[in-house]
């Protein structure tokens, strides 16, 4: 069986390349010492980085996949169909091995919450994205729950963030409500289903109303005949969202 010929250049290469590093060298240009903690010297890492942002102006000017150059990418996206699959695999291969590990799988530091794939800054980040449209509430939103003991104001259930915990506006925003902090609050995620666009102050006033017909609906209970007040519907509720 033949063996590929190895040029003995690149096994010269290779060893002082290595000696180099290991003598604290950057690896590319071999004659800078390298940043602490990195293999290249400052200024290579910034050609580097310059050169890399060249590369993806000419190849989205060209109309070519971002990442490897080669291909023509899917129609309104920067990838290629080959590198979009690749990206998606390592991305659902990064997240399940998080996860295996307890830890949340956005950001791999942290340990998941009990009932979440995800840590709590994580979730208020999240959450955050979702109503505000960035990551810059996210410690309001955290302020929030622990100013309410993480309970929600109409049924008294215990909430858990990234579990049964939805963000509600007090004035409907189809109401003209604003999107500030003292609009919102956090809320059983079932109460939020059921409010929509009603006002607060419409909503309370026929809370045992909507909270029977969300148990009657989900399990086909009938809770008006004895249900004179929360305490009877509350934990009928909460068992909606652990099922």
């Known amino acids: 069986m033949n063996k590929t010929a190895v040029n003995p250049k690149v096994i010269y290469n290779r060893i002082y390349r290595k000696r180099a590093t290991d003598a604290g060298f950057c690896c590319t240009c071999l004659k800078n010492p390298a940043r602490p903690g990195f293999g290249t010297c400052e200024s290579c890492a910034v050609k580097k980085q310059a050169d890399y942002h060249q590369a993806r102006v000419d190849r989205k000017a060209a109309n070519l996949c971002l990442k490897c150059g080669l291909n023509c990418p899917v129609p309104n996206r920067s990838l290629c169909v080959d590198c979009a699959t690749l990206k998606a695999a390592l991305a659902r291969d990064r997240a399940t ?14 340990k998941a919450r009990t009932g979440s794939t995800h840590c709590e800054r994580c979730t208020l980040k999240i959450t955050s994205t979702k109503y505000f449209g960035d990551i810059s509430q996210y410690k309001l939103l955290g302020r929030l729950f ?12 215990k909430l858990g963030l990234g579990v049964d915990a939805s963000i509600d506006h007090i004035i409907p ?3 003209g409500g604003s999107n500030d902090a003292d609009n919102v609050e956090w809320v059983h995620i079932w109460i939020n289903f059921m409010k929509l666009s009603t006002p607060k102050s419409v909503f309370n006033g026929k809370l045992d109303d909507f909270l029977i017909a969300a148990v009657k609906h989900r399990f086909g209970v009938d809770l008006s005949s004895h249900a004179t007040d929360l305490s009877a519907v509350s934990p009928a509720l909460s068992s909606v969202s652990s099922t």
């Not at 091995?97 to 942290?110: D, E, P, V």
């Not at 622990?146 to 259930?157: A, K, L, M, S």
């Open 146 to 157: 622990v100013e309410q003991n993480g309970v929600c104001p109409y049924t008294g259930i």
């Open 173 to 175: 925003r189809s109401a």
């Open 97 to 110: 091995s998080k996860m295996k590990a307890g830890l949340c799988r956005r950001c791999g530091t942290n």
